[in-house]
């Protein structure tokens, strides 16, 4: 078991010898049927190494097999493995030392949540909860390599890889901007430019708000902008 709520679980499973994630709706209200089913539609639809991958989709009970996403801190002498960027912050900030190790992975935690939603918003999509409890963080491309020196090339070409998930809330440009669009005068295709480009920077600050608390006063910004 990864997580439940009143409303559904998600849990590992096996699957042709992978481990990998169900995610079970139990709350079958006809909202969250709708938001399942447009997670579902949307990841379906998406293609990029920074979204998680959808297996497959049971429709009852309501369920989606997903990528399992982890990042393993053994190759590091450290017992743990985390899933998501507030998994990740958290157990950094608990072990004396650990955040000035990991530090510089903010850059690359920062560049593939911009480079994610740049993606999304080219496909017309707005997140609408980005979150780190919904980033997932991943060294699977070299975590279970017991070879040092192949670890220390891994590190150094792709330490960390970060993948969006959980889009139940999330929102075409088209839906979202309809009202607007038969409001004011501004085209059609300069709202679909402006509105993502707004929010993706907009999210992105708060977002690096909420790093900053762990990491202000031990580092260099990292980010002239903010």
Known sequence: MIGSS?????????????????KQLLDQHERNLRLFYREANILHSLDDKRIVELYAVCQSPPAMMLELVYFDFSPFGLERRVSSLK???????????????????????????????KYLHDSKIAHRDL?????????????????????????????IICKLV?????????IQTASVCSAQTTTEEH?????????????????????????????????SCC
């Open 6 to 22: 009143s409303f559904g679980s998600v849990i590992t499973a096996k699957y042709n010898g992978k481990t990998i994630v169900v």
């Open 87 to 117: 998994d990740f912050i958290n157990f950094l900030s608990s072990e004396d030392g650990a955040m000035d190790s990991f530090l510089l992975l903010f850059i690359k935690i920062t560049e593939d949540t911009a480079q994610s939603l």
């Open 131 to 159: 979150k780190p409890g919904i980033i997932l963080v991943s060294n699977q491309m070299y975590c279970e390599t017991q070879n040092k020196e192949a670890v220390r090339e891994a590190w150094e070409k792709e330490p």
């Open 166 to 174: 959980d889009f139940g809330e999330s929102r075409a440009s088209m």
């Open 191 to 223: 709202l679909f430019t402006w509105l993502p480009n707004c929010f993706c920077l907009w999210i992105l600050r708060c977002l690096w708000s909420n790093w900053k608390r762990v990491i202000f006063g031990r580092m260099v910004w990292l980010c």
